[in-house]
């Protein structure tokens, strides 16, 4: 089942100067999809399957057969490349996370 992404925004006290330096580091956004599948056709070891997708976007993997005994895998999306996905609907983010999957598992 896809997770829908959100950004949740935190109050801080932090000085300007500590905010904008985090601000242009271009990470604190981390967003999960995860997939269900009729079988597994994945590796084991399934992390960073190789795409032609932006760097941050479907770069890395959580094979969750291994611990739950169900083909599901969960695809992580990171930084400024997460918040431009943020603004696509589950269905696009679901059609768009095969394009990594068939290019590391051609058929």
Do not use: C
């Amino acid at each position: 089942m896809p997770f829908s992404p959100q950004i949740k925004k935190r109050e801080h006290s932090l000085s300007e100067e500590k905010v904008s330096a985090i601000g242009r580091m271009g990470m604190g956004v981390l967003d999960k999809l995860y997939l269900l599948f009729d079988e597994v056709f994945w590796d084991q070891d399934l992390t960073t399957p190789e795409n032609d997708l932006p760097r941050g976007q479907f770069n890395y993997w959580i094979n969750f057969h291994e611990y739950l005994g169900v083909p599901i895998i969960a695809a992580f999306n990171a930084a400024t490349p997460a918040l431009d996905l943020s603004h696509e609907s589950d269905d696009e983010l679901v059609s768009r996370a095969p394009t990594a999957l068939n290019a590391a598992y051609p058929q």
